[in-house]
């Protein structure tokens, strides 16, 4: 210890260097857990105004920033310590990574002269600890001296937010972080976001087809929801080309349901399927037209498809098309700036004909199935759910249906689709809380629950107004109806599980159980309160009918 920090001083050092980056670029909040060689950077939190949000697993810390990302449209930035800290997150960033939702990780690392693969022996070592992260990240960065931080963090900065967003990586060794530095204050960075046009070419080609189209339909992925005005250019060239729009699941609310042209998000269904296999023309914006939204893999096109995206290995990675590398709302505002302006009539539609014959279709289709339980507890909770709140859903049977069934009204719909990991619910809904000051609803199933269960001391500690509603199936529900399905029985899917009830008040966390007939009610009551509060509703849920074999 220094003879200034022996008096109580402190001299600047490579900590407090990444904190004043963070916050000349506007970082407001951070998540994360301390470490042993991350102690410099989180010691640096003290001398700054920035938030700290302290999570109890590293992956549920991954996953609060994403959600605070996705319900604030700031870049979530979390603070990871080495080896086992810096791994456990891992899941958590492979979802951000495949929904494209910008986050930048500061990850502290071993002393420089254990780095390279040496063999020490130092605590947390890992021969690359980069190479563990470069899966689940656009870029990772290793900072060697003080002097570099500033501009490593600024590029990450920029390139998490550049069109496809998502996660970028930043290490700083524990030795730069404790180091006295000489470098100035940090006041100012410059982060420049970098636009992603289509080459004009490719407009002119996409809008002559477009015009010539007599049975265009739009599908409306993500990439359109997290363009900045996505939305608006969506619905202007929707209503020039008198174009049905399809939501998949991350596009879900990028046309409202209410629209005459919202042929809603039933994408497993074979309705949707054909629809969009029909067109003529078809316009998919910000999908990979991957497994689910291609209704497991069987959506073969007929016409000719047009694919924008600016992720470059997405385009024709499933299907042939004239493919547009570009931001979403700049390519959709370059094609409807190439079409002739004209009023649209939703009286007089055609698209709005077809979206409201498909929405019709898909009802009867399931009003055949006995669904009346499944149905019944999506539309308690959308009754019960304020029309602006944000909601976060686990990979959950209740999930699954909100895929489809969902309406977001005027909130956000988030889910873990991206990537398909347990545990996402909660935790993203509780940090959403944080960042956003509103309630959120967080769904997960009991096998979900148990993922992020410890988070429920998070919401606790910053008072997060988060409502948790746990559907107690007695064990992965999906899994044992995949299994039965598949195999005639289910193995390793039932679950001995905690009373949610008892254990969240241990946590000093309201909690009630519902029944089907009370859900609504209580869940109501619930966005009425202060602090987080957990329901809990114990029943069995089936998914609709597979249309993808019919």
Do not use: C
């Amino acid at each position: 210890m220094s003879d200034s920090a022996a008096r109580g001083g402190h001299r600047r050092n490579g900590g407090d260097v990444v904190v004043e980056t963070l916050t000349a670029l506007g970082t407001s909040t951070v998540f994360g857990i301390p470490g042993q060689h991350a102690l410099g950077l989180f010691d640096a939190l003290s001398r700054s105004e920035l938030h700290f949000v302290s999570s109890r697993v590293e992956n549920n810390s991954g996953f609060g920033a994403d959600g605070y990302a996705r319900a604030t449209g700031e870049v979530g930035v979390l603070f990871l310590s080495t080896g086992p800290g810096a791994l456990t997150a891992l899941a958590a960033l492979q979802e951000a990574y495949a929904t494209g939702v910008p986050l930048l990780v500061i990850s502290s690392q071993i002393p420089r002269s254990g780095l390279g693969g040496a063999r020490k022996g130092m605590l947390h070592q890992l021969d690359d600890q980069r190479a563990s992260a470069s899966n689940v990240t656009k870029s990772t960065a290793l900072v060697r001296e003080a002097s570099q931080i500033p501009s490593a963090i600024a590029a990450a900065w920029a390139l998490a937010q550049t069109a496809p967003a998502g996660p970028t990586w930043v290490e700083v060794p524990q030795d730069v972080l404790l180091e006295v530095t000489h470098v100035p204050p940090v006041r100012t960075v410059s982060a420049p976001i970098p636009a992603v046009p289509p080459r004009a070419e490719l407009a002119d080609a996409a809008a002559a087809l477009l015009r010539s189209a007599e049975r265009p339909v739009i599908l409306a992925g993500g990439g359109v929801r997290r363009s900045a005005g996505g939305a608006e250019a969506l619905l202007r060239l929707a209503e020039l080309l008198d174009a049905p729009v399809v939501s998949t699941v991350g596009g879900k609310g990028a046309i409202a349901f209410e629209h005459p042209l919202s042929a809603a998000s039933w994408i497993e269904d074979r309705f949707t399927t054909e629809l969009l296999e029909n067109a003529d023309v078809l316009l998919a914006v910000g999908t990979s037209m991957g497994e689910v939204t291609s209704n497991y893999f069987t959506f073969a096109p007929r016409g000719t498809l047009i694919q924008v995206d600016a992720e470059a290995r997405v385009l024709e990675s499933n299907h042939e098309a004239l493919a547009l590398h570009s931001d979403a709302a700049l390519a959709l505002a370059a094609i409807a700036e190439r079409l002739p302006e004209r009023a649209f009539d939703a009286e007089r539609s055609r698209g709005a004909v077809i979206a409201a014959e498909l929405r019709l279709a898909v009802e009867q289709r399931l009003a055949g199935q006995g669904l009346e339980r499944e149905l019944g507890v999506l539309a308690d909770i959308r009754s019960a759910v304020p029309a602006d709140a944000q909601t976060f859903w686990d990979m959950t049977i209740a999930g699954y249906w909100a895929w489809s069934a969902w309406n977001p009204l005027d909130g956000a719909f988030h889910s873990a689709q991206g990537a398909g990991g347990l545990g996402f619910g909660f935790p993203a809904a509780l940090a959403a809380a944080i960042g956003t000051g509103r309630r959120t609803l967080a769904v997960s199933g009991d096998g979900g629950a148990m993922y992020s269960i410890a988070e429920l001391a998070t919401a606790r500690q910053h008072n997060s107004a988060v409502t948790w509603l746990i559907i107690d199936d007695g064990g992965y529900g999906i899994l044992r109806e995949y299994m039965t399905d598949a195999f005639g029985q289910a193995t390793a899917t039932e679950l001995s599980r905690p009373d949610f009830v008892a254990l969240a008040a241990a946590f000093d966390v309201p909690a009630r159980e519902a029944t089907l007939d009370t859900l609504g009610e209580v869940l109501g009551e619930s966005f009425a309160t202060q602090g987080p509060t957990v329901v809990v509703l114990k029943t069995v849920l089936r998914m609709f009918a597979p249309t993808h074999l019919s």
